[in-house]
């Protein structure tokens, strides 16, 4: 096999690659250097790996005339040889899903296939390049362009869903016109590392579950939802590499150190050695922290602190006994979403999936967040329309609101799963106490369908609020007064209270969890909780982290929730300081001026304890 054959396709267009011969075999005189990147470490773990190069956003489709009239037959003849590739690919690729997944999936390919039949299509395509004398590839993305501008100004919904197969289809046809195969990660044998300018959530974990061993890529933070993935797959990755993706050829030797932050580019068979060592001794001390699961969660002075999981995948809930979780502090439904995509989980799926979580957290909560698409999440797919600033558009509780038909599916599968245990809702993007009421409304609307149906269901759960955009923090004494917990989603109110985009790689430095801005909001939070009697919880990634939780701990929270293999960690941080000494810590905190100051604080804190700690031991 080829280098070019073994690129990969995930819905993404060709891999890149520089130009030159790939580098010698280990041992040869002309070995490459060993090249040291520095990125930033948001999976942990550290893996040693063979590189597969992908380019993931959209490449440029230029137009070239046609100047001579031999050239145009030519071009036809091209397009033509590239329908063919395309569709002997497309039906490879069919069987290959129908053996793995059923037929059900294996249908979306035979769509595809009718699709570069079609002439509406296709003959839109040779007529562009006859009479305007262009390129195929520029005759093939106008016509897509054109026929997608086609579908969205139609009322039937089947055929505005059909915009995703025309595009699809369009992107194969370009890769085929450029000479490019596609094949599945699965035909490379040993552990394989990507590297790429970006990965979609959906991408992850489609690479994740077939067994690849770490990523690197150019863009991402620690708050996207790419990298919530990999660290559910416990994959590591290392994100912000700016022009990893034209630095390797595929299968060069890589390393990805996620806690450090590293992609180490050739390294040497010393540096080798030296990270398989250090994967030993990761491994040794994880075990050590799985003895802390029948400790308390508690400080040196008795004050409780309930540690929770993070979900987005079933491969997660087996952990969330192993690691020693207090139940479910937040399950993000709308990985239940991406992983069915392009189609919608029916009824019986969302039944199926929340009771396994609820039953799994028993005795304990298990908190489902309703879904937050829209933003960047399947918008398309949910709500066939096109927005400029998805962020700022119609997504969370808006989404849910404005599609109830949608909603109304998975409501009802959250209210018969409760039957099996605690089950705790949370509505994600709320601003205000109207959302609120308008979905206790829909709630009621969709019980009383249920019982007109003599489905058995849940009616007494506990509902809560995500205070994560400013508003919610700033009137978080009115929504106390209407729900019975609230869950401060941190990613998400960072990124809004300090207008810095948590997915881009250019102001990745703004993005401030110690802000005073954000404590004080935090603060606010847990002061309007305590006056109403309600429960309160962080689940961002500041719950999770060891500089970040001893502070929350401080501020007055009780309930932490993070990804489950976390737990160990933070519990056995926390068990080594008093309440009463992070109390005024956190007060100190609230005093200062910036987030670098408050940042030095906390790290002086932590480096006294562990020395302490060093002394003791």
Not at 22 to 39: F, H, S, T
Not at 363 to 378: C, H, M, N, S
Not at 453 to 460: I, L, M, S
Not at 527 to 542: D, K, P, S, T
Request: net charge negative; hydrophobic share 40%; with cysteine.
């Amino acid at each position: 096999m080829t280098t070019e054959e073994r690129s990969v396709e995930s819905g993404a267009s060709a891999p890149r690659r520089p130009p030159e011969a790939r580098p010698p075999e280990a041992g040869d005189a002309g070995r490459a250097r060993m090249q040291v990147l520095q990125g930033r470490g948001v999976s942990g773990g550290v893996v040693v790996g063979r590189a597969i190069s992908m380019q993931t956003r959209n490449s440029e489709v230029y137009r070239f005339p046609l100047t001579h009239p031999d050239d145009v037959e030519a071009e036809l003849a091209r397009f033509e040889e590239a329908k063919r590739r395309a569709a002997d690919e497309l039906a490879g690729l069919r069987t290959h899903v129908d053996g793995d997944f059923g037929e059900e999936l294996a249908a979306i390919f035979d769509a595809h296939l009718l699709m570069l039949q079609d002439g509406t299509f296709t003959d839109r395509v040779v007529e562009r390049i006859r009479n305007e004398r262009v390129n195929a590839e520029w005759a093939v993305e106008r016509t897509v362009a054109e026929l997608e501008e086609r579908f969205l100004s139609l009322d039937n919904e089947y055929v505005r869903e059909r915009n995703e197969d025309i595009r699809d289809v369009g992107r194969q046809l370009v890769r085929s016109l450029r000479g490019l195969s596609v094949h599945e990660l699965s035909e490379i044998a040993g552990d394989v590392v990507v590297v790429a300018d970006d990965l979609t959530p959906s991408e992850a974990v489609r690479l994740g579950r077939q067994g690849v061993a770490g990523f690197a890529l150019e863009s991402g933070g620690r708050t996207s939802h790419t990298t919530i993935i990999a660290r559910s797959l416990n994959v590591p990755l290392v994100a912000g590499v700016e022009g990893v993706t034209g630095m390797l050829t595929d299968d060069d030797p890589v390393i990805v150190e996620g806690d450090r932050g590293l992609v180490i580019l050739h390294p040497t068979p010393e540096t080798i050695a030296e990270v398989v060592a250090r994967r030993r001794v990761l491994a040794e001390r994880e075990e050590e922290m799985l003895a802390t699961c029948e400790l308390r969660s508690c400080t040196r002075d008795g004050v409780e602190v309930t540690l929770m999981a993070n979900l987005d995948l079933p491969e997660e809930i087996d952990e969330v006994v192993r690691f020693g979780a207090a139940g479910v502090g937040l399950y993000r439904s709308e990985f239940l979403y991406i992983e069915k995509s392009p189609d919608l989980p029916n009824e019986e799926e969302h039944l199926a999936m929340y009771r396994r979580i609820v039953e799994a957290a028993a005795p304990f909560p298990a908190v489902i967040r309703t879904y937050d698409l829209g933003g960047r999440k399947l918008a398309q797919e949910v709500m066939h329309t096109h927005e400029d600033n998805p962020v700022l558009g119609l997504r969370g509780i808006r989404l849910t609101l404005a599609r109830p038909e949608v909603f109304r599916t998975q409501l009802r599968g959250l209210l018969r799963a409760g039957l099996y245990g605690d089950l705790w809702v949370l509505l994600p993007m709320v601003t205000s106490v109207e959302e609120v009421d308008r979905f206790r409304a829909f709630a009621d609307g969709v019980m009383t369908e249920l019982e007109a149906e003599g489905v058995p269901f849940q009616r007494d759960f506990k509902l809560g609020v995500m205070i994560e955009v400013p508003s919610a923090a700033l009137t978080a004494d009115h929504l106390a007064r209407e729900v019975d917990f609230f869950a401060v989603g941190t990613n998400d109110l960072i990124q809004y209270s300090l207008a810095v985009d948590r997915n881009n790689e250019h102001v990745a430095d703004l993005y401030q969890p110690l802000h005073p801005a954000i404590l004080r909001m935090l603060r606010m939070v847990v002061e309007a909780a305590e006056a109403a009697g309600i429960e309160v919880e962080v689940c961002g990634e500041m719950a999770g982290d060891p500089r970040f939780a001893p502070l929350l701990v401080g501020m007055g929270l009780r309930r932490l929730s993070m990804g489950p293999r976390l737990v160990p960690a933070i519990k056995t941080l926390i068990r080594g300081f008093d309440a009463a000494e992070l109390e005024a810590l956190a007060e100190h905190c609230a005093g200062l001026r910036s987030a670098s100051e408050v940042e030095s604080c906390l790290e002086e804190t932590l480096a006294v304890r562990s020395s302490l700690r060093a002394e003791a031991g």
